[in-house]
């Protein structure tokens, strides 16, 4: 069967809405979990407008977002994005019908999704990793062994106060 | 007005402490950041399974509120954070 997988039968032209689909989930998911879960709609809409390898792309890219929602199996979304990736490449490697134009487009679209799905793995690390310096005038950045630290601090302190808790990601 | 930030680790993604260009988020001199990795500020007011993590949260005390072996008892709270910003001010406004 080599060489007889489907090859996109769409125009550049035609591709235009997944394109713009794409830029849409990427701003989206610099948002919220919920922007991020609206996005992975978005890329499968996307997936579903053209052919297959783009659809492995845009699927790939979106299991790496819905990773912000469905936290718990964050991994195992991960891991699906990787293999999403690698099942792309090698699909794109077998579509031997498709015009040297088309086959270098694919694998142009992989790249870049290889490049998102590799941002977000590594996105973490520039946030957690580094210097823990906070902003001047603040003190120092301390650990939470027991709640007794944020409880001298705040009997400590004056006037109305504010209670934030938020993950670093 | 004191801000006490705990920064908590809540996902999967959240490998360490909050490296400076997240802490820099925060830059008012009013607030106090914290990292806390076992949760132990979320716990104290009520987290008892994954579900009722309290993270994305924000909450206003009155001036005088103290905290000793429970969590006090909050005028505001609210979350997501970044949909809160109106009530919040409101709530502000309330106490100061």
Request: proline residues 6%; contains cysteine.
């Amino acid at each position: 069967m080599r060489g007889s997988l489907p090859c996109s039968k769409a125009t550049a032209e035609q591709r235009g809405p997944v394109v713009i689909l794409g830029m849409v989930r990427q701003r989206l998911k610099e948002s919220t979990p919920i922007a991020s879960s609206l996005a992975a709609i978005a890329s499968i809409i996307a997936a579903t407008t053209c052919c297959l390898p783009i659809g492995i792309l845009w699927l790939a890219a979106a299991t790496a977002g819905a990773g912000a929602v469905l936290d718990r199996y964050r991994l195992w979304l991960v891991g699906l994005s990787v293999a999403l990736i690698a099942f792309g490449f090698w699909q794109a490697r077998r579509a031997r019908s498709c015009t040297p134009r088309r086959r270098r487009l694919n694998v142009a679209l992989l790249l870049l999704s290889t490049f998102f799905v590799g941002a977000s793995l590594l996105l973490p690390a520039y946030w957690t990793i580094g210097s823990h310096k906070v902003p001047s005038g603040q003190r120092d950045l301390r650990t939470l062994a027991s709640a007794e630290l944020l409880r001298a601090e705040w009997n400590a302190a004056r006037g109305p106060k504010v209670l934030v808790l938020l993950s670093p990601t | 007005m004191r801000v006490f930030v705990v920064w908590e680790k809540v996902l999967e993604s959240d490998w360490g402490a909050p490296a400076a260009s997240v802490l820099a988020r925060i830059e008012d001199t009013r607030a106090t950041q914290f990292w806390d990795p076992g949760r132990v500020v979320s716990k104290s007011l009520g987290e008892t399974d994954f579900k009722s993590k309290v993270w994305d949260w924000v909450a206003v005390y009155p001036s005088g509120t103290g905290w000793n072996e429970t969590a006090p008892v909050a005028v505001y709270s609210g979350r997501p954070v970044e949909d809160v910003a109106k009530p919040l001010e409101q709530a502000l406004a309330a106490v100061r």
